[in-house]
C-alpha cells in the first residue's frame, strides 16, 4: 500500500529556510513522478493545489514552477525512499500546506496538475510569517 509523509514544516520567519521531507513506502522509487505542492489558506479542494516542483525517480530531472524558481530545489535520496524541498529565501506568500504526491510509471512535465497525481501524504504546514 503506497503511503507518503511528510515533515519539515513549520513557522519561520521571512528570508528563512525549512527543508521537508516526503518519506515513501509501498513502493520504490523507480520510475514515477514525485511532485510537492501546495494549498494556500482558505482553498480546500484538492484541484487548488499549486504545483511547487516535481522530480522523475527514472533519471532525477526535475521541474519547478517559476514562483519558486531559484529558492526551492526538490531532490531524491533513492536510498532512503525520500524526496526533499529545500525551500530557501521564503516570503509571506509562500504559507500554505505543502503536500507530496506520486504519479505511478511517469515522469515530470511541465505544470503537471495536482489531478494527475496517484497519492497524496497527509501535509505539512509551511507559515512565514514575522
Known amino acids: 500500500q503506497v503511503h507518503l509523509v511528510e515533515s519539515g514544516g513549520g513557522l519561520v520567519q521571512p528570508g528563512g529556510s525549512l527543508r521537508l521531507s516526503c518519506a515513501a513506502s509501498?513502493?520504490?522509487?523507480?520510475?514515477?513522478?514525485i511532485g510537492w505542492f501546495r494549498q494556500a489558506p482558505g482553498k480546500e479542494r484538492e484541484k487548488e493545489r499549486e504545483g511547487v516542483s516535481c522530480i522523475s525517480s527514472s533519471d532525477g530531472s526535475t521541474t519547478v514552477e517559476d514562483s519558486v524558481a531559484g529558492r526551492f530545489t526538490i531532490s531524491l535520496d533513492s536510498a532512503k525512499n525520500t524526496v526533499y524541498l529545500q525551500m530557501n529565501s521564503l516570503k509571506p506568500e509562500d504559507t500554505a500546506v505543502y503536500y507530496c504526491?506520486?504519479?505511478?510509471?511517469?515522469?515530470?512535465?511541465?505544470?503537471?496538475?495536482?489531478?494527475?497525481?496517484?497519492?497524496w501524504g497527509e501535509g505539512t504546514l509551511v507559515t512565514v510569517s514575522s
Open positions: 504526491g506520486v504519479k505511478l510509471y511517469l515522469d515530470c512535465f511541465d505544470h503537471m496538475p495536482s489531478g494527475a497525481m496517484d497519492y
Open positions: 509501498g513502493f520504490t522509487l523507480d520510475r514515477h513522478a
